[in-house]
């Protein structure tokens, strides 16, 4: 069976509305190469990364820097109890901490990071361990320290979640009834 990703479940909550659909395909284009260029770094490849995204990357290993051990890199996890799946970005140890990150190259947060967070912090306690943080990391498009935003209240966070699996899930029925 499959089941619905975490980003399924919360784009009906993500505005992007006041956002010009090139510019919103170009950034979402360039969010997709500086993960895949962080990813290959975190595997210990060498990725070949356009000039205008080198910052992000540089900002990365800046932060990955403190990684003493990568444990899963945009691993598919399932949550068969609550019927949901998802690819945290990084499940590492960093700063001698289990910890769980998800890269982002806009300047600043949205409201649905948080519930995203918790859906992964969910996936990867029930597949593997608890992480002892879970945050989004900004990554700085001039190479900079990236800015972390800790999941500050993970149960009020995943209930949130949890309403919108919930909707989805109902909304997204298979068509047996006249509903």
């Known amino acids: 069976m499959k089941f619905p990703s975490v980003t399924q479940i919360l784009s009906p909550f993500s505005d992007f509305s006041r956002i010009r659909p090139d510019v919103l395909e170009a950034a979402a ?3 997709t190469r500086v993960h895949a260029a962080c990813a290959t770094l975190a595997r210990g490849g060498w990725p070949v990364v356009a000039p205008e995204e080198q910052g992000y990357v540089d900002s990365f290993l800046r932060w990955f820097s403190r990684v003493s051990e990568v444990h899963h890199i945009e691993e598919e996890f399932q949550d068969e109890a609550m019927g949901f799946m998802g690819h945290p970005d990084l499940v ?3 700063e ?3 910890s769980l990150w ?3 190259t806009p300047r600043a947060a949205t409201p649905t990071w948080s519930g995203q967070l918790a859906a992964y912090r ?3 306690t029930w ?3 608890p992480p002892e943080r879970t945050a989004a990391l900004i990554l700085d498009p001039s190479g900079g320290i990236p800015k972390c935003v800790e999941l500050r209240d993970p149960d009020r966070a995943f209930a949130a979640f949890l309403g919108a699996l ?3 899930k109902f909304f997204h029925k298979e068509e047996k009834s006249n509903d």
């Open 92 to 94: 590492v140890t960093w």
């Open 102 to 104: 998800d890269l982002k």
């Open 122 to 124: 969910r996936l990867v």
């Open 29 to 31: 284009a360039k969010g």
């Open 127 to 129: 597949n593997v361990d």
């Open 96 to 98: 001698g901490r289990f």
């Open 166 to 168: 919930t909707a989805w």
